[in-house]
């Protein structure tokens, strides 16, 4: 009996223990600016107590946000994705100055539709995410923007 009170016990505990973080998530959003433009909208959504970084990190530093579009017939690409302001720190476990985002990031793609037809714009965004004690090995995740 003592020894199944063990087995639950340990077993419990790994269960507990191993669970994967997941404190970023993500949405997406369209602003149609006109039949020709629009933005894509990627809002990251961050826990408390996490640090999501920047598309501009120094060399040595934590794995960069970035967003790779899968291409298609139907848009072009105007320009680099943009990021909001976040905060630029003289990051301690880095030893570097390292912009990152708390609680929320906006990043935005302006695109040249080239057709008046609904579609779906496919990227993938990596990105890692940090607290005070550790970092998460960085992660992709499948966007979906949908043009109406």
Not at 8 to 14: A, N, P
Not at 39 to 64: M, R
Not at 128 to 136: A, S
Request: one cysteine or more.
């Amino acid at each position: 009996m003592k020894n199944l009170v063990f087995i639950l016990t340990v077993t419990l505990s790994t269960i507990v223990y191993s669970q994967i973080h997941d404190p970023v998530k993500w949405q997406t959003n369209v602003n149609k600016i006109s039949d020709t433009e629009a933005v894509l909208i990627a809002t990251a959504k961050i826990e408390a107590g996490w640090h999501l970084y920047s598309q501009s990190v120094p060399d040595n530093g934590p794995i960069p946000t970035s967003f790779t579009f899968e291409g298609n017939s139907y848009y072009l690409k105007k320009g680099n994705t943009k990021e909001g302001a976040g905060h630029t720190v003289n990051d301690p476990v880095f030893e570097m100055v390292i912009k990152f985002f708390d609680k929320e990031a906006q990043f935005k793609q302006r695109v040249k539709l080239k057709n008046n037809e609904s579609f779906d714009i496919k990227a993938v965004v990596e990105f890692m995410v940090c607290n005070d004690t550790q970092c998460l090995a960085p992660k992709e995740v499948d966007l979906v923007f949908k043009i109406k």
